[in-house]
């Protein structure tokens, strides 16, 4: 059975840091384009960054320059940076796996596993 597990948000004031991490068991990363998405109220998920099996790493406009994907395969374990936080970084945080090792934030690509969500509120 796979699982993903975030952990690490909370509530922070605006233009602080907070890191996420996701803890996946059942499935081996190593093999795996990692991603974090994103949903805040009343919006569509939306992606926020993912890293390839090659290191190669990808980030949405939004969060470029201030968030930093990272994964350690040894702990299985996906992580996100984040800093200079702004209110409008608030949302739940979502870590997922592909099958594959290449990413694409097309409408046609899929991403088979998801975690529940860790909440981050940032406040001004």
């Known amino acids: 059975q796979v699982q993903l597990v975030e952990s690490g948000g909370g509530s922070v004031q605006s233009g602080g840091s907070l890191r996420l991490s996701c803890q996946v068991s059942g499935y081996d990363i190593g093999r795996a384009c990692m991603a974090w998405f994103r949903q805040a109220p009343a919006k569509e998920r939306e992606g926020v960054a993912y890293i390839e099996t090659d290191g190669n790493t990808d980030y949405k406009d939004y969060v470029k320059g201030r968030f930093t994907i990272s994964r350690d395969n040894v702990k299985n374990t996906l992580y996100l940076q984040m800093s200079s936080l702004f209110v409008e970084d608030t949302a739940i945080y979502y870590c997922?796996?592909?099958?594959?090792?290449?990413?694409?934030?097309?409408?046609?690509?899929?991403?088979?596993?998801w975690g529940q969500g860790t909440q981050v509120t940032v406040s001004s």
């Open positions: 997922a796996a592909a099958t594959y090792g290449w990413c694409s934030w097309g409408a046609r690509y899929t991403f088979d596993y």
